[in-house]
C-alpha cells in the first residue's frame, strides 16, 4: 500500500499550486481521502476531506481558495490551492483510512512573501 503525494514547491504569495495524491494497492473509491498539513513547530492539522460520495469537509482557513476533488478512475485525489499565502507554507499529506490509517510521505508547499 502505497500514496504518493506530489506538486508541492515554491510560489509566490498569491499563486497556485495543485497537490495530487495518487494510491497503489488500495482503492481510494469507497473511501474518504483527506489532506493534512503540518507547520514547523505546528500539530498536523486537516485541511480537506472528500467521501466516497463527494461530500466535502474543508477547514476554515482554506474556504473559497482550495477545493478537493477526486478522479476514481485515476486512482487520485487532488488539491487545488489558490490565493496562496505565507502561512499555508507546510508539508502537506494525504491520508486514507482503510481498517487503518494510510499516510503518503508529504509533498512541501512553500509561499514566498
Known amino acids: 500500500v502505497q500514496l504518493q503525494a506530489s506538486g508541492g514547491g515554491l510560489v509566490q504569495a498569491g499563486g497556485s499550486l495543485r497537490l495530487s495524491c495518487a494510491a497503489s494497492g488500495i482503492r481510494f473509491s469507497g473511501n474518504t481521502v483527506g489532506w493534512y498539513r503540518q507547520a514547523p513547530g505546528k500539530q498536523r492539522e486537516l485541511v480537506a476531506s472528500?467521501?466516497?460520495?463527494?461530500?466535502?469537509n474543508d477547514a476554515d482557513f482554506v474556504k473559497g481558495r482550495f477545493s478537493i476533488s477526486r478522479d476514481n478512475a485515476k486512482n487520485t485525489v487532488y488539491l487545488q490551492m489558490n490565493s496562496l499565502k505565507p502561512e499555508d507554507t507546510a508539508v502537506y499529506y494525504c491520508?486514507?483510512?482503510?481498517?487503518?490509517?494510510?499516510w503518503g510521505q508529504g509533498t512541501q508547499v512553500t509561499v514566498s512573501s
Open positions: 491520508k486514507v483510512v482503510i481498517g487503518r490509517n494510510y
Open positions: 472528500i467521501s466516497s460520495g463527494g461530500r466535502i
